[in-house]
């Protein structure tokens, strides 16, 4: 049973502050690995892949990949109350075209004016 | 361009009933997956298509779930002999080819 564990939070952080999520995973043969972002009531949405270790920067976010470690996080630079969401981690374990994600059970995140 | 979209948004039915989610993926998208989002399991995958390749099923969690693709694009996931168990939100995603899901709004299914 491949399993990605999350820090369970929840996470609360003054605005301006970085926001660090963390994930971990057990299938040490994963390539692809994803950040989605969910708020309250709505579907998860795509906000970083990472495919290759180290960092991989996309405005204010960054995703941290350490496959030795079996690791990946997403830091958040300067928090705004608008990235108050729930954090999902993902990891496909389908294997050829098949993409099927398994999720992390995700970390509330609360950015405090 | 449109997104994926599903309907009912909002279902609420009673136990023992039948109920049909339909999810209509971006077109062009090949590969159309269900989730089911639940409270205390969290986001966990239900079933995959892809084109005419035999589905894959290992996600549903009984053989009162099943689903079908007619025509390689819309999807209808049914639910027979609902029970309260089955109270989540049923998400359906798309891509092509690549890797990025895109998710629809979801239906949200309350069982009485």
């Known amino acids: 049973q491949k399993e990605v564990e999350q820090n369970s939070g929840p996470l609360s952080v003054p605005e301006g502050a970085i926001a660090s999520l963390n994930c971990t995973y057990s299938?040490?043969?994963?390539?692809?690995f994803f950040w989605y972002r969910q708020y309250s009531g709505k579907s998860p949405e795509l906000i970083m892949s990472i495919y290759s270790n180290g960092d991989k920067e996309d405005g204010r976010f960054t995703a941290q990949l350490n496959k030795a470690s079996q690791y990946v996080s997403l830091l958040i630079r300067d928090s705004q109350p608008s990235d108050s969401a729930t954090y999902l981690c993902?990891?496909?374990?389908?294997?050829?075209?098949?993409?099927?994600?398994?999720f992390g059970k995700g970390t509330l995140l609360t950015v405090n004016p | 361009g449109a997104g994926v979209s599903q309907s009912p948004s909002n279902k609420v039915t009673e136990k023992g009933k039948d109920v049909e989610l339909r999810c209509d993926p971006i077109?062009?998208?090949?590969?159309l997956y269900w989730y089911r989002q639940s409270l205390g399991q969290g986001l966990e995958f239900l079933i995959y298509f892809q084109g005419n390749s035999a589905p894959d099923k290992s996600g549903l969690p009984s053989d009162r779930f099943s689903a079908e693709r007619t025509g390689g694009s819309v999807s209808t996931l049914t639910i027979q002999r609902t029970q309260q168990e089955d109270s989540a939100v049923y998400l359906c995603?798309?891509?092509?080819?690549?890797?990025?899901?895109?998710f629809g709004p979801g239906t949200r299914l309350l069982v009485l």
């Open positions: 995603a798309s891509h092509s080819g690549f890797e990025t899901q895109y």
């Open positions: 077109s062009g998208h090949t590969a």
């Open positions: 993902a990891v496909p374990s389908g294997g050829g075209s098949n993409y099927k994600l398994t």
């Open positions: 299938d040490r043969g994963s390539q692809s």
